[in-house]
């Protein structure tokens, strides 16, 4: 893996193009030095866990607009994030580091749990979000 990255980035090099120019989407220090789980919902809106102080989540529409979407109760502190088709949002605690919707139907939830090294699964009655990997206009 590590040699293939060099050599990808010594081809990209010599051929002087980029893939990727990141820009910044919101103002420095909206989200904590924690911030976790981005994840684009339904309408392009991006959700991430830590906006503005611990136990929040923010969000950020397309165009940049950044404000806070609920402050979670208690000690509640959410990680990894993921919508279902019916735009529900699905937020991880703290200990799990990832979380996938995936089987043939889309109905199967992969979790990864950091604290006991494994990677977990349940079932849900609606399919995960499906991926829109290549829009073209038309």
């Known amino acids: 893996m590590l040699i293939l990255t060099a050599l990808i980035g010594s081809v990209l090099a010599q051929a002087g193009d980029s893939l990727y120019v990141a820009k910044p989407l919101t103002q420095p220090k909206q989200f904590t030095a924690g911030i976790e789980g981005p994840q684009c919902g339904p309408d392009g809106t991006i959700y991430a866990v830590n906006f503005g102080r611990e136990q929040t989540i923010g969000r950020v529409t397309p165009d940049g607009k950044a404000e806070l979407f609920v402050a979670l109760p208690g000690k509640s502190t959410g990680n990894g994030i993921v919508f279902d088709r019916q735009g529900r949002m699905y937020v ?45 206009s038309k």
């Open 92 to 136: 991880l605690g703290k200990s799990p580091t990832n979380v996938c919707f995936g089987g043939p139907d889309g109905r199967t939830v992969y979790v990864t749990e950091v604290e006991h090294t494994r990677l977990v699964q349940f079932r849900v009655e609606t399919p995960g979000l499906a991926w829109k990997r290549w829009q073209t």
